[in-house]
């Protein structure tokens, strides 16, 4: 996908924005495989606002590092916008952070098991506001696709943050 910033520019400005106002972030990742988390510890002073993150990419994962369910699932499935809202603020929860993030998609280069295309992405911020997106990128190319994902989830973080001002 064109004229998106670069993962390292992204996460620079959330990372900025966050210190400045003294917040802090939770994230889960699934498809993305830790790219968000990587960029944002990338950043020196990150233990300012980065509380913690998980890489939940099965229901085993999801069962250990976030103490899901199967009550929790009851109508839900994953690379979907109430799903990664679900676990955005699950995340938030779990380390008492002002915002939780969550990507949950299919990267490729086949589809999911759900029946989604690879390139499908749901992004979700979870916070004083609740935001969230569906992306596809009609591309099968998996590390292309992880890229994309994790650059989507901080586009849409840092427009949340941007929209919504001093807001907890």
């Excluded at 498809?31 to 233990?47: D, E, F, K």
């Excluded at 749901?122 to 596809?136: K, L, P, Y």
Aim: overall charge negative; proline content about 4%; charged content about 20%.
């Amino acid at each position: 996908m064109t004229g998106l910033e670069p993962l390292s520019v992204l996460a620079a400005r959330v990372g900025a924005t966050l210190r400045e106002r003294r917040q802090t972030v939770a994230v889960a990742e699934s498809s993305a495989g830790g790219l968000v988390s990587a960029a944002l510890l990338a950043i020196p002073g990150a233990s300012a606002f980065f509380l913690g993150g998980a890489v939940v990419y099965s229901r085993r994962a999801g069962k250990a590092l976030l103490g899901l369910a199967p009550d929790d699932m009851t109508g839900m499935r994953a690379e979907t916008e109430s799903y990664a809202r679900f676990i955005a603020g699950r995340i938030r929860e779990s380390h008492r952070a002002t915002w939780g993030i969550c990507e949950s998609g299919a990267t490729g280069p086949s589809g999911s098991p759900y029946g989604d295309a690879p390139g499908h992405v749901c992004v979700a911020v979870a916070g004083a506001v609740m935001a969230s997106r569906t992306i596809e990128t009609g591309d099968a190319d998996r590390v292309s696709n992880m890229d994309v994902f994790a650059r989507q989830l901080l586009l849409l973080f840092d427009e949340t943050l941007r929209a919504h001002g001093e807001a907890e």
